[in-house]
Structure formats: C-alpha cells, structure tokens
C-alpha cells in the first residue's frame, strides 16, 4: 500500500516498510526551528526535506522601509551568533556606496570584533556537536570559553549578543589600553583550554567512529551546491573571502586559510577548531598593529546614498555572508537590500549529500554545518 | 528471641517491603547524586536551593510528577501504555528477590538464583518495548527497537561472563559466589577479562552513556518516553535507577566481594556487641552491616559510572553497538570462559 | 585571467547583446536580456570557470523587474549578471541545471518577489506559507506597520 501525504505544497509517497519522520520544528537538535521531514526505511534514511520559513520576519522588507542607519541593529539579529560580521558586511557596502575613507583605528578594532566573533561562534559550534553526539560536559565547556569572549564584546559593544557596534563611517565606541591587555590575557587562557578540547573530542575513540566518514561532502559537489565557508574548506576547497576578495584590512595579516581533506564531519569539526587559532593570531596582530586615531569618519547626519548598487561580502563564521544594495540616490531608505546567507545554502546542500544515511548520524552531519535558523530564515 | 525458621517466615513477609522502601530512597537520592556529580564535572552547582546540598530536590520532583495531569495520548493502546511503566518497574524491582544482602538476608533462598535473576532482569526490556509500542508514535517505537536490539546484544556477553564464575565457584547460589570470595580471593582479581566485560555489558543493559541509545535525547527527543508524563513517567524513571543500582550490585557481588572488606570479623564482632546491647539477635546486627557494606560498595561503582562514562564520553554510533558486542565482546566472553574452564579442570 | 579579460572574452562572444563594466576590483557587472540568461551563464560557467554560485536578487524597479545573479570564480571576481525581465510577464529560465545550488534561491525569488523560473525542478514557496496571497517584496506590496511605531 502506498501512502500519500502533502506538505507546504510537496507530495511525498510513503510505502509499507517506510516512516515519514518530523524531525522538528521542536527537536532537541535542530539548533533553532528547522524542519526536516524525513523518509526512512528501518532507521535508513531515503529522503530528506527541509522545511523552512519559521522564523521569517521579512528582514528584507523591514529595512526598505528603515534608514540606512536603522537598519544595523536588524542586522545583527540575522545570525545571531555571529552579529559582528553581519555588521561588518552591512556598513561595508553602504561605505562603498558612499565612497567613505575608514580612519585606520576603526578598521583594526572592526577586525579584532569580528574575529573574536568567529571564536565566539566556532566555540559554540564546539559546544553544539558535543551535545548533539551527546556529550553534555562538551556543551557546557564550550559555553564557559565562548563566556570569556562575551565579555570581551560586551566591553566593546556594551552588549553580549546583539552588538549594534559598527557604524557607517566606524565605530560605536573606542576600547582602552587595558582592553587589549585583557584580550591578550583570554587569549593566551584560550590557547590552553584548546587543548583541552583536543584532548577531549580528538582523542575519544567514540567521538571519532561517530564522526569519521559521516556526511561525506565531495568537493565538486560542495562547489556545485553553492557551499560556503568552514564546510567548503572542510572538503578541501581553498577559498576563503578574507584571502580571494579581501575587505577592509585583511589583506595585511598572516593567518593561513585551514582546509582538510576528510570531507566528513569529522574534518568539518577539525577546520572549526584549527580556524579558532587562525582567528586568535589575527587579533593578536590587530593589536599589535593598532594605530591610535579617530574610530569614525565624518559622515552626513542623514545618509543617502547616490544612485548606485553594491554588492560587498564578507567570511563570517559560516561562510560567504552577502549584501546587496541598490540606492535610487533619492531616498535615505535603499529601494533594495538582500543578505545573501551563508546558512541558507548550506542547508540547501543538506539533502543531497545524506541520501542513504542512518538516522543517528543524520543528527551529526546536520549539526557538523553548523547553520542558523534566523539567518536562514531572515 | 527469634528463632532461625520464624526469622525466614519474618524475612519472606517483610524482606520485600523493606527492599522496595529502601529502593524507592536510594533512586530519590541516585537522581540528586546524579545530578550533582555530572554538575561538578560540567562547571556547574547542580540542585543547591532545597535542603542541605539541594537534598530535598528530588522530593520536590517526585511531589510535581506525582501532581502532573495523567495525559494518555488520544492515538495510544490504553491499556499497554498504562501497564508498560507497571510492568517495568516490577521487572526491574524482581531481581532484588534473589539477591543476598548479606549473609542471612535474602527474600528467595533457592538453589539456582543465579539463572532466575539474568532471566528477572532481562525481563525489563519487555516493558520498554510495551511503552514503545504503547505510545503509537515514532520516536518511542525507534527508541523501544533500539532497546531492544541493545538487550538481545549485551544479554549473552553478561551471561557468557557470569557463567565463567560460575564456572570457578561450581554453584548457582549467590551467597556461594561471596563465601568462595571469603576463602580464596576477590574475583575481580581471578577474572579480570571477565570483569570489564560485564561492567560494559552492565553498563548497556542499564542504558547509560554511552549506551543510553534508547532514550538519546538528541535524536529521538526522548525515546521509549517521550509520549509519558506524571506517575508514568516516574515509575519509568524509577524502573531504570532500580536497573542501575542492580548492575551495580550484581559488580559488587560478582566481582569485588559483596559485603565483604578487610577487617570484616573486626565489624562483625563490633555490630554483634552492639546489636547484644539493644537485645537484637546477632543475624540481624550482622545483616544491617553487611548490608551497609554492600550498599556503600554498590554506591562507589555508581559514581564511577556516573563519572567515567556520563561526564566524559559520547554516545556509541547506533550502528557500531551490535558489531561491538558480536564482534567484540562476545569472543572474548567466549574466549574467556573457556580458559576459565581449563583452569578450573586443571 | 584578470577582469580585464573576462570583459574582452564577454565582449568577443556576446558583442552587443551585452553590457558588461568593471564596477571596482573583483566587480563585473553584466547586464542582458532574458533570452540569453542561458546562453550566458553557460559560457561563464563552462569556459571562464565561475562555479561559485552565491545568491539571486530579485529587484522590483518602476518598469521592469530585474534579476540579479552573483556568481563568483575561485580568485574571488565576481560578476553579478542583471537579467531584465518585463513587469507584465515574470518569467525567466531556471539556471539550477548549470548551478544546482541556485535551486533554493530561485525559490525564495519567487515567493518573495513573484519571479517564475521556468523549468524548475521543484517551484514552490520556501518561507512563507503555501496559501499565502501576494508576493512581499514588491514594491506595492505595502508594509503594515504598528499604529504606534
């Protein structure tokens, strides 16, 4: 007997020995309200459809209808776990628009928050696939070193998630001395506990049969299905937007662009952990090199753009993070924005390279993209 | 005075209810050790509001399931998933009929207690598979064949070690395993091999990390119980400490000498002055601190458990675990017996 | 191969069919019309190697909408080819063949802008519901904003 069921417009035949499964939107692992309807056979998953749109607010509607300035706090509730890049990649284009000069201070304290949002991020990926294999003492560990970078933003930005710390032109506010003291501090502390969590995943025979070959995402196919970031890198792909398309001053530091060649969650997990060292080498060079000087360019108390069109894009902890903007040069509102989200393509990729795989694993190769759902939801 | 027959009338009325208070307690104070001690080990305080230490918390959790709305799902079988909790809490609770507190103190005094306790402990997958198959939704009834599939697994490794003492003591009964422990040696030093095969298997049957794959709360959101909520719940929970504390009685008794330590007369002679001066036979002051004994060994090997595996390690891939244990565990339990066979005929 | 060339080689192939600027370092903007979407991405997908597939816009401008694709080559050029497309008739090829990452951004294209992509393999509204009327991001689409805001 075959059985036919519909949802949200898809069709889906169920025969006798199948089960269609709602893995969410309320799942202890679906890192927010993903859907995923699932077909299995036994415990073997046949097909995989992801259901999104739970968390949509128009962010895109939202901000034709706002200021340019206005819209840098919706920004940062995109992805939330990554609010500085978002940041980033916003003011980003609306400088190019504007054609602004940033003051150098400006650019390096921009760089230091946003790389040590991507440890902030990494480690709570750290934290989540620990939980999801099942570790919980990994969740928690993770949650108490991503502590100590909060701290750090909260200092900069005086918020601990939702930054709202880049302006158009610069910078919120300037940092002291003895902030980067105390970065340098956590930093060195950090190095530490990274060991710690080598110790604790790599070492562990159990983490390693859960993860190795799990999810295995060629390379061309990685290209092909419009993967970005960490995930990309993890199948071996060189291609970073900090090295092949740089923005702002990342063409000045030395940090290399982590790739590995495992294709699986396991080697996804490796390029997190090895890209957090990668970050903390840039912000020690950033403080290193930071000049004094203003943290913002003048800029007109109303912005409003020329007519023109930009497209600026920026690595953010999950990937190629987009944004485009179109400007009739009359309004202070843009006539057109779209964030290109990283997360978006990603789970976009999900169903094609986890045909044919077992239930359980398919909680770990979901967790191992490490997406968001308000950022792919928007 | 008591004499020694109206002694097993008394125990055969009383034992059983002594047994279920006492493991009714012990399951309230295992999920507030639990608690604490993956707490400590996580960076975090654990229950500290209620009582001294937070010792009253699972009072507290008992009183509000015991409130909670007795919700039976609209699609469920009624009748089997009412009687799945019941009927596993008693599977889990039956074991304790054969198991030797100490010397004196035991509910059933039969010949092979050994066989009618591994066939009394396996029974407790039956229950989770009615709760499974009771719920009529999805994650219990992946949650119940995983459970299942565990229990088929690590039944025959456990028993295969068993056996091997069984093998070196040459009887079925229980006390006969610790009376032989009380001559010779403690086990755990004659069956090495045999040992960590049964604390592993143990450690599946009572589904705990890393084997706590019926109920992975990652992905089958809570596995056999998801669909259970209130006293149901509870009586689940409780059958599952009470499969805990047996495995770890059963390791106590098996391997490290139940209630006997190291200067054992000493307590004993110490227990009897004591018990003579409250007019209490000396059986029963030397069954209370056998018992204590026992129970505090019992709670040691708890808290390696909790400590080892739920504070440090990941769940087992589904998949690996029947290969672990056909591929694994039970050669080497096979292995294992039979040297232990040619020793003992040698 | 610099932006330079790829311009030449556009140029070469395409002649007037294409309007083609270097907008900055690492920017091309290409401009054509509907019927030569596939052509063109074929050419840029086969011969000038751009596989990075990032994103569709869908812009609603007073006489035409336009679809914007950004795609980019492992050096980091990236083009974003416009496609015009009339108000009256919303339709344009599916591009998932070339580039199958492209299928989810086509959805999100057309439920938020209306855009039908013909020969999709899979056309259905991705965030907002399947009876939702209407698609948001048109301009006269109006924006409900609290009385009080």
């Known amino acids: 007997m075959v059985l036919k069921y519909r949802f949200e417009g898809y069709e889906i035949e169920v025969k006798d020995n199948e089960i269609l499964l709602n893995l969410g939107p309320q799942h202890p692992s679906t890192h927010g309200l993903c859907r995923l309807v699932i077909k299995m056979e036994g415990e073997k998953v046949k097909e995989i459809i992801p259901v999104i749109g739970y968390l949509h607010r128009g962010v895109e509607k939202i901000c034709e209808n706002r200021s340019y300035i206005q819209i840098i706090p919706i920004t940062d509730r995109m992805d939330y776990l990554s609010s500085m890049n978002n940041n980033f990649a916003y003011v980003l284009a609306v400088e190019e628009l504007l054609g602004l000069k940033i003051p150098e201070r400006a650019e390096y304290l921009r760089v230091i928050a946003a790389e040590l949002n991507r440890i902030a991020s990494h480690l709570l990926f750290i934290a989540t696939f620990g939980m999801d294999i099942g570790s919980f003492t990994a969740f928690m560990y993770g949650f108490r070193d991503r502590e100590m970078i909060l701290d750090l933003l909260e200092e900069m930005a005086g918020a601990r998630m939702l930054y709202n710390y880049m302006r158009i032109g610069g910078v919120k506010r300037d940092v002291g001395k003895e902030f980067f003291e105390r970065c340098l501090k956590v930093l060195d502390k950090l190095e530490e506990k990274l060991k710690d969590y080598e110790r604790f995943f790599l070492e562990n025979e159990l983490f390693i049969n859960r993860t190795k070959g799990i999810g295995i995402l060629k390379p061309e196919d990685a290209i092909k299905l419009g993967v970005t970031g960490p995930n990309l890198r993890a199948s071996g792909v060189k291609y970073d937007i900090r090295r092949v398309d740089p923005y702002s001053i990342y063409d000045r530091f030395d940090f290399n662009v982590i790739t590995d060649n495992g294709c699986d969650s396991y080697a996804r997990f490796i390029v997190r952990l090895k890209e957090i060292k990668e970050s903390m080498k840039i912000v020690r060079q950033a403080i290193r090199d930071i000049p004094e000087g203003d943290i913002s360019a003048r800029v007109p108390k109303v912005i409003r753009p020329p007519e023109g069109e930009v497209y600026s894009r920026v690595e953010s902890p999950r990937g190629e993070l987009g944004v485009y903007i179109y400007s009739d040069g009359k309004s202070d509102k843009p006539y057109r924005i779209k964030f290109r989200v990283p997360s978006f393509a990603n789970l976009s990729a999900f169903p094609h390279f986890n045909k044919g795989i077992m239930l359980a694993d398919l909680i770990v190769s979901f967790a191992s993209i490490d997406i968001v759902l308000g950022d792919i939801d928007r | 005075m008591l004499n020694m027959i109206s002694y097993e009338l008394l125990l055969f009325v009383l034992a059983p209810i002594l047994i279920l208070v006492f493991l009714s307690l012990d399951v309230l104070f295992l999920t507030w050790l639990e608690r604490k001690v993956i707490a400590r080990i996580q960076l975090r305080y654990g229950p500290n509001r209620t009582g001294p230490f937070g010792l009253l918390q699972p009072l507290a959790d008992a009183l509000k399931l015991i409130q909670k709305e007795d919700i039976i799902p609209k699609t469920a079988d009624k009748v089997v998933f009412t009687l799945a909790p019941i009927i596993s809490f008693v599977a889990a609770s039956l074991p304790f009929m054969f198991i030797p507190f100490s010397k004196f103190f035991q509910i059933s005094f039969i010949e092979n207690a050994l066989i009618f306790l591994l066939a009394t402990s396996a029974l407790s997958a039956i229950g989770i598979l009615l709760a499974a198959w009771g719920s009529n939704s999805k994650y219990p009834l992946l949650g119940g064949m995983r459970a299942i599939v565990q229990v088929l697994s690590y039944e025959i490794p456990l028993v295969l070690a068993v056996l091997s003492i069984v093998l070196i003591v040459g009887s079925f009964k229980l006390t006969d395993i610790v009376e032989f422990q009380e001559k010779n040696t403690w086990l755990i030093l004659l069956q090495p091999l045999g040992f960590l095969i049964f604390f592993i298997s143990g450690l599946a049957e009572a589904s705990r990390v890393p084997f706590d794959l019926p109920e992975s709360e990652s992905e089958l959101v809570a596995g056999f119980h998801t669909e259970y909520s209130g006293m149901k719940f509870a009586l689940l929970l409780f059958a599952e400490y009470i499969h805990l504390i047996l495995i770890s009685i059963l390791i106590t008794i098996f391997y490290l000498g139940g209630w006997l330590i190291p200067g054992i007369y000493y307590l004993e002679n110490i227990a009897i002055t004591i018990g003579n001066s409250f007019n209490i036979p000396s059986h029963i002051s030397i069954s209370i601190l056998h018992f204590i004994i026992l129970i505090i060994k019992a709670h040691i090997i708890i808290f390696l458990i909790l400590w080892i595996t739920r504070g440090t390690l990941f769940r087992i891939r589904v998949y690996s675990l029947p290969v672990f244990s056909w591929k694994g565990l039970v050669p080497l339990s096979m292995i294992n017996l039979i040297i232990t066979a040619i020793l003992v005929v040698m | ?149």
């Open chain 3, 1 to 149: 191969m610099n932006e330079e060339d790829i311009v030449k080689r556009l140029k070469e192939k395409f002649g007037d069919r294409i309007e083609a600027k270097i907008k900055r370092k690492k920017r091309i903007f290409i401009m054509i019309d509907r019927e030569d979407l596939i052509e063109v991405s074929n050419y840029l997908f086969k011969e000038l190697d751009f596989k990075f597939f990032s994103t569709i816009t869908a812009v609603d401008f007073p006489d035409r909408f336009e679809c914007i694709y950004h795609i980019s080559r492992h050096d980091g050029i990236l083009i974003l080819l416009k496609v015009r497309i009339p108000k009256n008739d919303p339709r344009v090829k599916s591009i998932v063949t070339i580039w199958p990452g492209a299928n989810w951004h086509e959805r999100e294209a057309y439920d938020l802008m209306g855009i039908i992509f013909e020969g999709h393999p899979d056309l259905r509204r991705i965030f907002l519901p399947e009876d939702f009327k209407g698609h948001p991001l048109r301009k006269d689409f109006k924006l409900q904003e609290a009385k009080w805001f």
